[in-house]
């Protein structure tokens, strides 16, 4: 990956982490100020917004030190794995906030059902994508092991020679 698409990789995850950090203060202070300055009700609904938008920050800063050791060129070994099986988890977490507002909304699509299985097909969308990063990191496994048997046979190449 080149320098410019990490830089650009980081820019984008940068405004996104910033702009999700600046919603989820703005809802916990609307959630959490005294009702005679105007707050909001507890609802399960905003709750589970801002859980998702925990999830969706915890993936952004494993992709962060994933692009960090990509611009360093340590991406190929174990210390990768952490991040990825972070990333993992939170993209499940997603999946799993996704379906709990879906659960929340169904009630009120009574009238019109397919909006609740729309929205569970977009939560086994999320779980498709936690798949993929699971199949990379498998074949991150792959590279890694391979490395680590191409150091070794240099290492046993420079004592024969």
């Known amino acids: 990956m080149g320098n410019v698409a990490v830089r650009a990789s980081r820019a984008v995850v940068a405004v996104i982490l910033v702009g999700t950090l ?26 589970i917004t801002i859980v998702g938008m925990v999830s969706g920050q915890v993936a952004l800063l494993c992709v962060w ?26 993209i ?10 879906t659960a929340l909304n169904a009630p009120g699509q009574r009238d019109d059902p ?13 779980l498709g994508v936690a798949l993929i990063v ?16 191409a150091a070794q046979l240099q290492a046993e190449l420079d004592d024969v020679i």
């Open 22 to 47: 600046f919603v989820q203060t703005a809802m916990v202070w609307a959630l959490v100020t005294e009702p005679a300055e105007g707050a909001l009700p507890l609802t399960p609904l905003r709750v």
């Open 65 to 90: 030190r994933l692009l960090a050791m990509v611009r360093r060129g340590t991406v190929f070994s174990s210390a990768a794995f952490r991040y990825v099986d972070v990333l993992i988890g939170a």
């Open 92 to 101: 499940v977490g997603a999946a799993l906030v996704w379906f709990a507002v």
């Open 114 to 126: 397919g909006v609740t299985l729309i929205m569970g097909g977009i939560g086994l969308a999320i």
């Open 134 to 149: 699971l199949v990379l990191r498998m074949l991150l496994v792959q590279a890694v092991a391979r490395d680590v048997a």
